[in-house]
């Protein structure tokens, strides 16, 4: 895929009258080839397909994190994560637990609830007459407080503190769901059917009394546990067979940081017929909706957007897809873990089937739905966003597009704590551990195989400088050492114990040292020695 210029998006008439509704679709953990319309031919999602011949399908757009917690946080509120507060998935690291003998760093304590002070895309459309519902992973507060009822949303079916629909003793995806906000359904329900039956409740609901909607479907799927139906399990076991994906070699354990966990390796074909049959009912339900704003006579009055929250899950906990080319995959500051698949239909103003190569990322949806609405912008809140609308019909965007990042945790997936900058097709990495940084030109080198930094000085100091000065504008939080580093002591554990029961002696090792033991006095020292040693900004 190459970077072409912003006039490649299209559009056919001025910006419609009437107020548009509403249907926002975000699934979980979706990587950027997880769609046939993104190149995947093993998984199947017809509907999701042509809704993407009917709009604009963006090659280059980002998540605001490489994992949920703080893209979420982005989408609600038009802000990086870094002025959300939210900088890794909630609990993330803060589990009580001590610092790690493994980790050279101290990841920073980060927010755990989305604030209530924040005025959420939700509330900015309910406040100008909008209908707003909820259904599905919320993952932004511990207490109900912080919850969508609480975040702009009338209705709110499933959304509370778990981020998996297995987390905090729920039952899975299939009823019972054990949810407090969603009642049980039939024993053996499906989660994505019944997360779509409530939203297709809630679009009738409003049609009737003829008020505009704005819906937010936000699937658990994609996201671990990975089940499906039985019959598209099957479906797709023969389909695997046929094709002769079942003979290849699935996975990798080539890097050296894939050493340190037995469950470290990096999938590099498409071929898990379970999660195959999760993405094909995520499909199915899309069409269900697709068809109710049919027969309700608003599907050209209806704005679609369809996107994930980050990247496909390739590097860890069973690795279920890949992200190939990208490289790696959620948890990751490579492509793999922040690029992400957009689709966005807006009748009578997208021309159909266009393809946008311009870099956007998820802070620019809250602008860009309060203008495709008709409301006025709110820079103050949405700071980090632009709206998207000239691209969306057909005009260029002003300059080179900048994009910020910044990942100060380890993540579960093998990532460190690293920033990044994407200037035009360059993207600049710098990693804590070491600070080093990799040069990338996404245009010659989509892979991220070929660092540059060292052939472009004059390139690598340019954007370190703009990296540090942003950092440096938004008070991010660098990671800080770790005093009680120890790689010897799992090295030694792991050959004794044949890498066996790593996780069960790291709880150990955590509460040894246990936030009693560790002196918060330190941090202050770290932290100038830290900065003092990189000669950080």
Same mark, same amino acid.
């Given at each position: 895929?190459? !970077?072409? $210029?912003?006039?490649?998006?299209? +559009? %056919?008439?001025?910006? &419609?009258?009437?107020?548009?509704?509403?249907?926002?679709?975000?699934?979980?953990?979706?990587?950027?080839?997880?769609?046939?319309?993104?190149?995947?031919?093993?998984?199947?999602?017809?509907?999701?397909?042509?809704?993407?011949?009917?709009?604009?399908?963006?090659?280059? +757009?980002?998540?605001?994190?490489?994992?949920? $917690?703080?893209?979420?946080?982005?989408?609600?509120?038009?802000?990086?994560?870094?002025?959300?507060?939210?900088?890794?998935?909630?609990?993330?690291?803060?589990?009580? $637990?001590?610092?790690?003998?493994?980790?050279?760093?101290?990841?920073?304590?980060?927010?755990?609830? !989305?604030?209530?002070?924040?005025?959420?895309?939700?509330?900015?459309?309910?406040?100008?007459?909008?209908a707003t519902c909820f259904a599905g992973k919320w993952?932004?507060?511990?207490?109900?407080?912080?919850?969508?009822?609480?975040?702009?949303?009338?209705?709110?079916?499933?959304?509370?503190?778990?981020?998996?629909?297995?987390?905090?003793?729920?039952?899975?995806?299939?009823?019972?769901?054990?949810?407090?906000?969603?009642?049980?359904?039939? %024993?053996?329900?499906?989660? &994505?059917?019944?997360?779509?039956?409530?939203?297709?409740?809630?679009?009738?609901?409003?049609? %009737?009394?003829?008020?505009?909607?704005?819906?937010?479907? $936000?699937?658990?799927?994609?996201?671990?546990?990975?089940?499906? /139906? %039985?019959?598209?399990?099957?479906?797709?076991?023969?389909?695997?067979?046929?094709?002769?994906?079942?003979?290849?070699?699935?996975?990798?354990?080539?890097?050296?940081?894939?050493?340190?966990?037995?469950?470290?390796?990096?999938?590099?074909?498409?071929?898990?017929?379970?999660?195959?049959?999760?993405?094909?009912?995520?499909?199915?339900?899309?069409?269900?909706?697709?068809?109710?704003?049919?027969?309700?006579?608003?599907?050209?009055?209806?704005?679609?957007?369809?996107?994930?929250?980050?990247?496909? !899950?390739?590097?860890?906990?069973?690795?279920?897809?890949?992200?190939?080319?990208?490289?790696?995959? /959620?948890?990751?500051?490579?492509?793999?873990?922040?690029? *992400?698949?957009?689709?966005?239909?807006?009748?009578?103003?997208?021309?159909?089937?266009?393809?946008?190569?311009?870099?956007?990322?998820?802070?620019?949806?809250y602008p860009t739905l309060l203008q495709m609405t008709?409301?006025?912008?709110?820079?103050?809140?949405?700071?980090?966003?632009?709206?998207?609308?000239?691209?969306?019909?057909?005009? &260029?965007?002003?300059?080179?597009? *900048?994009?910020?990042?910044?990942?100060?945790?380890?993540?579960?997936?093998?990532?460190?704590?690293?920033?990044?900058?994407?200037?035009?097709?360059? /993207?600049?990495?710098?990693?804590?551990?070491?600070?080093? *940084?990799? !040069?990338?030109?996404?245009?010659?080198?989509?892979?991220?195989?070929?660092?540059?930094?060292?052939?472009?000085?004059?390139?690598? +100091?340019?954007?370190?400088?703009?990296?540090?000065?942003?950092?440096? /504008?938004?008070?991010?939080?660098?990671?800080?050492?770790?005093?009680?580093?120890?790689?010897?002591?799992?090295?030694?554990?792991?050959?004794?114990?044949?890498?066996?029961?790593?996780?069960?002696?790291?709880?150990?090792?955590?509460?040894?040292?246990?936030?009693?033991?560790?002196?918060?006095?330190?941090?202050?020292?770290?932290?100038?020695?830290?900065?003092?040693?990189?000669?950080?900004?």
């Amino acid at each position: 895929i190459a !970077l072409v $210029s912003s006039a490649s998006c299209g +559009a %056919k008439n001025k910006v &419609p009258k009437a107020r548009p509704n509403i249907v926002f679709i975000l699934v979980d953990d979706m990587g950027w080839k997880d769609l046939g319309c993104y190149g995947s031919t093993f998984y199947e999602t017809p509907n999701i397909d042509k809704l993407a011949s009917q709009g604009m399908l963006f090659t280059d +757009a980002y998540a605001s994190s490489t994992v949920c $917690s703080p893209s979420r946080s982005s989408i609600m509120t038009g802000q990086y994560p870094v002025h959300t507060g939210i900088t890794d998935w909630i609990i993330g690291s803060q589990n009580g $637990s001590g610092p790690r003998p493994d980790q050279k760093l101290l990841p920073r304590p980060f927010t755990l609830n !989305l604030d209530t002070n924040q005025v959420t895309i939700a509330e900015a459309l309910k406040h100008a007459g909008y209908a707003t519902c909820f259904a599905g992973k919320w993952h932004l507060g511990l207490s109900p407080a912080y919850w969508p009822k609480n975040q702009g949303f009338d209705y709110n079916y499933g959304g509370w503190a778990a981020g998996n629909p297995r987390a905090h003793g729920m039952g899975g995806y299939f009823s019972p769901y054990h949810n407090p906000r969603l009642t049980d359904g039939p %024993k053996g329900e499906f989660l &994505p059917d019944r997360l779509t039956t409530e939203i297709i409740r809630f679009i009738k609901q409003q049609v %009737k009394m003829r008020k505009p909607f704005f819906a937010d479907l $936000s699937f658990y799927a994609v996201h671990q546990p990975i089940e499906a /139906k %039985k019959e598209y399990i099957e479906k797709f076991r023969e389909k695997a067979h046929r094709m002769g994906l079942d003979t290849l070699q699935q996975f990798v354990k080539d890097a050296s940081w894939m050493q340190k966990r037995s469950s470290w390796k990096e999938r590099m074909v498409q071929s898990n017929p379970v999660y195959a049959g999760l993405i094909y009912s995520v499909d199915e339900n899309v069409g269900r909706i697709i068809n109710t704003l049919k027969k309700l006579d608003i599907f050209n009055n209806t704005i679609i957007l369809f996107t994930s929250d980050n990247g496909g !899950l390739s590097t860890a906990e069973g690795s279920p897809t890949t992200n190939y080319p990208l490289r790696y995959g /959620k948890g990751w500051v490579y492509e793999g873990g922040i690029r *992400v698949p957009l689709i966005i239909r807006w009748p009578d103003v997208i021309r159909e089937g266009t393809v946008c190569h311009f870099p956007v990322v998820n802070t620019d949806f809250y602008p860009t739905l309060l203008q495709m609405t008709g409301l006025p912008l709110m820079p103050e809140q949405h700071k980090d966003g632009v709206s998207l609308v000239p691209l969306l019909e057909g005009k &260029p965007l002003p300059g080179q597009p *900048v994009i910020y990042w910044h990942y100060p945790h380890y993540s579960n997936q093998g990532g460190v704590p690293a920033s990044i900058v994407r200037a035009g097709d360059w /993207k600049l990495i710098r990693f804590y551990e070491d600070n080093h *940084v990799e !040069l990338y030109n996404l245009r010659t080198d989509l892979e991220e195989r070929r660092d540059v930094a060292k052939a472009f000085p004059e390139k690598t +100091a340019t954007m370190s400088e703009m990296l540090n000065q942003w950092k440096y /504008k938004v008070h991010a939080k660098i990671p800080w050492i770790n005093p009680y580093y120890n790689p010897y002591i799992i090295d030694q554990y792991m050959k004794q114990h044949d890498n066996k029961g790593l996780s069960q002696y790291l709880r150990a090792y955590d509460t040894l040292f246990s936030k009693k033991v560790y002196d918060p006095s330190i941090k202050k020292n770290l932290s100038e020695r830290y900065h003092k040693l990189y000669n950080l900004k």
